[in-house]
């Protein structure tokens, strides 16, 4: 599977929902490996918001960010329709603290990014399996939420507010290709009672009788209403049977249990990742939707770790090697002192381990450094390049009439110093077939068990002259 962005960017405006500001939201493709990334446009430094659980601030009405004293607000519907699409890099320009809140759903985000196109990336895309139970409990809010290791993503909300108005709702989402038909369009709902306290603070500026779901939680008169219909610019309001305010139609009986559900998977996407759980909650809502965030990513965190760990090349140099340096000559055409493969430990289609033992009497280290030996970065990339070689290479069957030029590299990075006495273990993976004779590979290069660099390389196998 690949990481997906967007085709092109794409524009929505509209008022923040608690301080009422019109706000213009662009959304832009993002480099592989990016995420989601908030950028406030209205400051001068343009600072970024990570979209991750550890920079959330307040959850009182909505989910905030914030990072260095700057924050935006209101992001799980638009959150809930960029994870649910499969969009998995993207940069969300606003030139206020808010995100537009529409119509209280995720409905506009999801027409938008259809309008925009959805494109595959040239990166592979990693889902991670929940391996354990875990759980969210908040006793005094009367929060549960479960987490079951399962083969796919799945969520199921219970909401019980103990109201004879909404008093059970269940609704369940088996695949997150269904939620744009079953859930986007599910609007946010406040109960009537609510809605008196938001005002005195001075909030929901910029809500609407359109954007939100009003529940008649509590004995009302006519006179009652009217004073609300005149305070959000309506002509009339009253209570229908069902106790919602007769001014909007329920796009499904459970329509408020459906809009939780949109609220987990915008808030759960603070996990930066993608895996595969069962989700059930029993009356979620924001502060326990991104606390469990925070143990999934930590959990996400620690399984990524251990698969890691679990793919690190071990030499042993007991074992004897797949090709000594003579054999290595055959296929490549380098030579002292620019031969930076000793060993070949293993090879398969896809995969090869090399071996590069660095000694005290190397070239460089007369002049990188004098009084500090260390193996210059572009050498050690230079070693996974010459082991990758080995790997295009042995695609053929004469090998000695080939050479690898190598197109482009990436995402290059350094972890840690290579020196005198080092052995440098080194990984090459082929990340999807070979085309043309053009390989895109994966390189890390290790010391013991610690990464000491990595790199994604383009090569390609070309005939030398005879």
């Known amino acids: 599977m690949k990481q997906k962005t967007i085709l092109k960017e794409v524009r929505l405006e509209g008022p923040g ?3 009422g500001k019109k706000t213009s939201l662009v959304i832009k493709p993002a480099k592989p490996n990016t995420g989601y990334v908030f950028v406030r446009t209205d400051v001068e430094a343009k600072p970024e918001i990570p979209a991750l659980a ?14 260095n004293g700057f924050s935006v607000s209101t992001i799980e519907h638009l959150l809930a329709a960029t994870y649910s699409l499969g969009i998995d890099n993207v940069i969300f ?15 506009y985000f999801v027409e938008a990014y259809h309008k925009a196109g959805i494109v595959e990336q040239d990166a592979p895309l990693k889902i991670y399996d929940v391996r354990e139970n875990l759980s969210f409990t908040d006793e005094e809010r009367d929060i549960e939420i479960n987490v079951f290791p399962d083969t796919s993503y799945k969520l199921q909300v219970l909401v019980d507010y103990k109201s004879d108005i909404l008093s059970n709702q269940y609704a369940v989402l088996s695949n997150l290709k269904d939620f744009t038909k079953e859930v986007a369009s599910c609007r946010t709902f406040v109960f009537l009672s609510e809605l008196e306290p938001l005002l005195r603070l001075n909030l929901i500026k910029g809500g609407d009788l359109e954007n939100a779901i009003v529940i008649v939680d509590k004995e009302s008169t006519q006179e009652e209403f009217d004073r609300l219909a005149r305070l ?6 009253s209570a229908q049977t069902s106790g919602v305010l007769n001014n909007l139609k329920l796009q499904f009986t459970n329509e408020p249990a459906r809009h939780k559900l949109l609220d987990i998977i915008g808030d759960l996407a603070l996990t930066g990742y993608r895996f595969n759980a069962n989700v059930v909650a029993r009356r979620p809502g924001h502060f326990g939707n991104t606390e469990l965030a925070k143990i999934l990513r930590e959990h996400i965190n620690a399984v990524k770790k ?8 071990v030499y042993n140099p007991d074992v004897k090697p797949l090709m000594d340096v003579i054999r290595i000559k055959e296929f490549l055409p380098h030579r002292a002192p620019f031969l930076l493969v000793d060993k070949i430990m293993s090879l398969s289609e896809t995969e090869v381990v090399g071996v590069k033992s660095v000694s005290n009497d190397e070239y460089y280290f007369a002049g990188h450094f004098p009084d500090e030996p260390v193996m210059p970065g572009v050498l050690q990339v230079e070693a ?12 053929v069957p004469d090998p000695e009439n080939y050479l690898t030029f190598f197109l482009k590299i990436d995402n290059v990075k350094f972890r840690k110093k290579v020196v005198p006495g080092d052995v440098l273990v080194m990984k090459l993976v082929l990340l999807e077939p070979m085309r043309r004779g053009i390989a895109h590979m994966k390189g890390e290069a290790y010391v013991g068990k610690e990464l000491a660099s990595e790199a994604e390389m383009y090569a390609q196998i070309t005939k ?3």
């Open 306 to 313: 251990d698969a890691e760990k679990a793919h690190i090349p």
């Open 17 to 19: 929902l608690h301080f």
């Open 384 to 395: 996974m390049a010459q082991t990758g070689g080995i790997l295009v290479l042995n695609t």
């Open 232 to 237: 959000f610019n309506k002509p009339s309001v």
């Open 54 to 67: 550890e920079y959330v601030t307040d959850t009182s009405r909505g989910t905030t960010i914030a990072k």
């Open 464 to 466: 030398s002259k005879e």
């Open 93 to 107: 320009e606003l030139d206020s603290p808010e995100v537009p809140i529409l119509d209280g759903s995720s409905k």
